[in-house]
């Protein structure tokens, strides 16, 4: 469910996003993201569904990666 922003407001979170997308250690997660699924996808895995969790490094379920586990982001360090 996407946020139900102004056209002005919209154009500023894009912005905020972009600028957080490029930092070197969120490029840094998405290339070793990228190299990971690569190489599990040419060993035959079906990663439908899966991100890759950095702390755990291991793929897992998207909820349970964004949802830290079930014990929420509020006291995930990071």
């Known amino acids: 469910m996407s946020q139900k922003l102004s056209p002005q407001a919209r ?3 894009a912005k905020r996003d ?3 997308a490029m930092t070197p250690g969120r490029r840094a997660k998405k290339a070793e993201n990228q190299r990971l699924r ?3 996808l040419k060993k035959g895995f079906s990663l439908a569904g ?3 969790d950095h702390e755990d490094n291991k793929f897992e379920s998207i909820k349970n990666n964004r ?3 079930g014990n929420g ?3 995930e360090k990071t």
């Open 67 to 69: 949802g830290n586990d």
């Open 11 to 13: 154009a500023k979170k």
């Open 50 to 52: 899966l991100d890759y």
């Open 18 to 20: 972009k600028q957080y």
């Open 38 to 40: 690569r190489k599990y």
């Open 73 to 75: 982001t509020k006291t």
